[in-house]
């Protein structure tokens, strides 16, 4: 994609049953510009399932969700679909904001309007072998919520925006020692962008400007089991992305594209003893064969490095240790966008290249895990935002940012259908841009952030559940800012509360009732300077589900 991001509120949730975010590089073998961590997402379980939700919250926010799994053969199928509509967000009370913001309840140009389809099957062979294949399509339209700090802000609207996905992954063993991992996957995308006079939405200038987005992967891994119980994997991935854009519907059309490889080995060694090692190195590649109307720039290579150790203590505990080194590479967006003329366009933005060192130690027990991570980061040549001063930024390399952090989890079933889980972490992160040295905050790092969940089930059926979250205060990109460029941004704290109760409907159904406040304290949380969270919202939903 030529953003290289995902706009969070346009990717649609279906079959998706969990998520799971992994920090840092645990492995080389998730390919390039993986520097910060991954996320895995992971469909439900096996057997035929039917399952309808429909949800309602303020802001006249509706929608309906509907899933059915079965079996056929060989194979295991999931369709699913979903249907969202959504007037507005809901505005924080009491909140300082200056311009572009009328109503003291809806945000606003928040609205969304969004539907989505899947389809997704599974095939199992009987040598263990899998074969996966997927298709997802979504259609939406969406308002962007203006900037509330300045009265020149940006003002836009998104009256189209499609994507598709289709994809096919094949994991198969070949022999005794040998196994094969391959998948392929095309990705089209398509976007109008609509720019406003002003905060009512009304007067348009100009056309409609478009983009058109084709990008394809291609994920090729072998592996073999050793003598002596290691084993060795290769890697060999590449991504070719293809942006054309028109920013005026009568003018010239730009053609963008970028390509990305990397090849990779890992060497693991687990003997017979409480101990594993893995030694990973490869190779991540960029070029830019297209820049629209841009200075063309040479492309750009990087070393991967990886050492990671584990050593199990007594029954249920485990230290590890791990060095690594990766970069990420510019996106397109990021090196020619001028993103409705808020951004000066960088094509000589290099890559970053981050260097962590971590240890931690973790272990589970019997209704209960704890663990705790260390880590120490310099990211050289790190992307950041500057203020030009005359209300743009443009994104540039720092000298290095250093980082240093701690990170604990902690959960722990109390018995009688209670739980409660933990996630907090320290951070302190500064900019050394050779003028002088932790002179500068590092953009968009708060000091800390965790989350806290304390769950109740009954044998009766009903669900108590409180989330509380928390980020620390932090330093955001600010184009009015004529210091520095950066704006602080207050730590904050918010709670979700939901209740809810499941009824048996006979041995093959059930029926959930819930209902919950988003925000309960109304906390105003900003996400960056001028663009504020959504504050109390009272959210209601049923779910039925047959098996």
């Known amino acids: 994609h030529w953003s290289d991001r995902a706009d969070r509120p346009l990717v649609p949730p279906d079959g998706v049953a969990t998520l799971r975010a992994v920090r840092g590089d645990s492995t080389l073998l998730t390919g390039p510009n993986g520097v910060a961590g991954s996320l895995e997402l992971r469909p439900g379980g096996a057997g035929p399932r039917t399952r309808l939700s429909f949800q309602a919250a303020q802001g006249s926010d509706f929608g309906l969700r509907a899933a059915h799994r079965s079996d056929r053969d060989d194979w295991n199928w999931l369709a699913a679909a979903s249907l969202r509509d959504r007037d507005h967000s809901v505005l924080p009370e009491g909140i300082d904001t200056p311009f572009n913001q009328s109503d003291p309840d809806a945000r606003t140009n928040t609205d969304l309007r969004q539907a989505s389809a899947l389809l997704r099957g599974v095939r199992h062979f009987d040598d263990g072998g899998r074969l996966s294949v997927l298709m997802l399509a979504s259609d939406a339209e969406r308002g962007v919520a203006p900037e509330t700090h300045v009265a020149d802000a940006r003002f836009w609207r998104l009256p189209m925006v499609r994507r598709g996905l289709a994809g096919l992954r094949l994991e198969r063993p070949m022999g005794e020692r040998w196994e094969l991992d391959f998948a392929l996957a095309v990705d089209a995308g398509a976007q109008d962008i609509q720019a406003y006079a002003d905060a009512a ?50 003018g010239p059309q730009l053609d963008y594209s970028q ?186 790092r708060p000091s800390h952030q965790g989350s806290l969940l304390g769950e109740w089930r009954s044998p009766q059926g009903w669900h108590v559940s409180m989330v509380g979250k928390w980020v620390g205060e932090r ?25 809810g109760r499941s009824f048996d409907r006979g041995t093959d159904a059930s029926l959930e009732l819930r209902v919950g406040v988003r925000n309960v304290a109304d906390a105003a949380v900003w996400e960056q300077v001028g663009l504020i969270g959504a504050g109390r919202t009272f959210v209601a939903s049923v779910n039925w589900t047959h098996w």
């Open 201 to 250: 939405y009304v007067s348009c200038d100009g056309d409609p400007g478009e983009g058109r987005d084709l990008t394809g992967h291609a994920r090729l891994q072998v592996g073999r089991q050793l003598r002596g119980l290691s084993r060795v994997d290769l890697l060999a991935q590449a991504r070719l992305t293809r942006h054309r854009e028109r920013l005026e519907a009568n």
């Open 475 to 499: 330093s955001s990109a600010d184009s009015s800012d004529a210091v520095d460029g950066l704006a602080a941004l207050k730590a904050a704290t918010w709670w979700d509360v939901w209740v």
């Open 259 to 444: 390509r990305l490889a990397s090849v990779a080995a890992e060497w693991s060694i687990v003997p017979d003893a409480p101990w594993t090692l893995r030694l990973g190195l490869g190779i991540d590649a960029s070029a830019t064969p297209s820049t629209g109307d841009k200075p063309a720039r040479d492309g750009d290579t990087a070393p991967a490095l990886l050492a990671r150790y584990t050593h199990d203590v007594g029954l249920s505990g485990q230290a590890h240790m791990a060095v690594s080194q990766r970069s990420r590479f510019p996106a397109l967006r990021e090196s020619f966008s001028g993103a409705l003329g808020r951004f000066v366009a960088n094509p000589d933005l290099s890559p970053e290249r981050q260097t962590l060192a971590e240890a931690g130690y973790a272990a589970r027990g019997a209704g209960w895990e704890a663990g705790v991570t260390v880590f120490a980061a310099r990211l050289d040549d790190g992307i950041e935002k500057t203020s030009l001063g005359d209300g743009r930024f443009m994104r540039v390399n720092r000298g290095r940012i250093m980082t240093g952090g701690l990170e604990l989890v902690a959960s722990r079933r109390l018995g009688r259908g209670l739980s409660v889980g933990l996630h907090h972490s320290l951070l302190d992160a500064r900019v050394d841009d050779g003028v002088g040295t932790d002179e500068r905050p590092a953009e968009d």
